[in-house]
């Protein structure tokens, strides 16, 4: 095999998200037709990989396996960029979920790792924003990793917290998780880790030896936790699902903006953004399906 290049780093781009809409900011893609060109602004401005949650055509989530098929169409018309689906929902039931990794097969689908308290605080207002339990037991991952493993798709790891991270070790050992692994490390969500170096470094010490991963940095900070991810060797991510603002300060208008600014910040520490045949060979995904 041959040896990872640790100056190349891999950028996800997270297209859509499924809590942001566009009172928020215009430039959340809804239609296949919008998201499919929001991924090849990504691409062009050095993205090899995008991240999907579907929507509705007003902008309500969906997993319905038939718009991920439309979304799959619209994007592979436009760029070579790898697929990424969400599998997040709060359901017991993955059924649909199952149903997009057979029938819209993506390279890749998040998988989460962990149930945990998710939930916003509003300190001007002494409240809570939303205040839930996200559920993720054993029984729902190993439901959806035999569908991967069926499909053929690659599962990235999202782990909110180092309990998330350590939890993947039975599912090594029973052999439906299989090494090598891609782990998403994602910070600064009340309930999970917070945005410290130290929470990747720690992270990075408990997970798979061998192993790809990258950081997620929510809201305010976006920016310096993928520059920590940058010194520290790992891959990124951005896009308007993770945060809404250039690290100038105005709000990004695409996608393509924040990655744009990411592929800097990449090059600006003597690293370069992978290509996609470089992503498919470092995430050890074949050629696309």
């Not at 928020?24 to 090849?40: C, H, K, S, V």
């Not at 009340?190 to 990258?214: A, C, F, N, R």
């Not at 003597?270 to 060979?281: I, K």
């Amino acid at each position: 095999m041959k040896e990872r290049d640790p100056d190349v780093c891999v950028i996800t781009a997270a297209l859509t998200g499924v809590l942001a809409n566009r009172s928020q900011n215009e430039g959340i893609p809804y239609t296949p037709e919008e998201i499919g060109e929001e991924a090849r602004r990504a691409y062009e401005a050095g993205a090899s990989v995008v991240h999907i949650h579907g929507r509705n055509d007003d902008g309500t989530p969906t997993f319905a396996p038939s718009t991920f098929q439309r979304i799959k169409a619209e994007v592979r018309r436009r760029s070579p960029v790898l697929l990424n689906w969400s599998t997040g929902t709060m359901s017991d039931d993955v059924s649909e979920q199952v149903g997009c990794i057979q029938q819209a097969t993506p390279e890749i689908a998040a998988l989460n790792m962990g149930t945990m308290n998710y939930a916003k605080y509003s300190a001007k207002r002494k409240s809570f924003v939303f205040d839930m339990v996200f559920p993720n037991p054993y029984s729902k991952i190993i439901k959806l990793l035999e569908a991967m493993n069926a499909a053929g798709v690659k599962p990235e790891l999202e782990c909110f917290d180092s309990g998330h991270t350590q939890g993947c070790a039975p599912l090594i050992d029973m052999g439906v998780l299989k090494p090598p692994l891609q782990y998403s490390f994602i910070v600064n969500v009340l309930g999970g880790i917070p945005p410290l170096v130290e929470s990747l470094q720690l992270q990075t010490k408990i997970m798979h030896p061998g192993s790809e991963w990258e950081v997620i940095g929510i809201s305010h900070c976006h920016w310096r936790m993928l520059a920590t991810a940058l010194v520290l060797g790992g891959n990124i991510r951005t896009g308007l699902e993770d945060h809404l603002y250039l690290p100038s300060g105005p709000m990004a208008t695409s996608n393509g903006q924040l990655v744009e600014v990411a592929a800097r910040m990449v090059r600006d520490v003597g690293r370069r953004p992978a290509t996609v045949e470089e992503a498919r060979e470092i995430l050890h995904r074949p050629q696309v399906m």
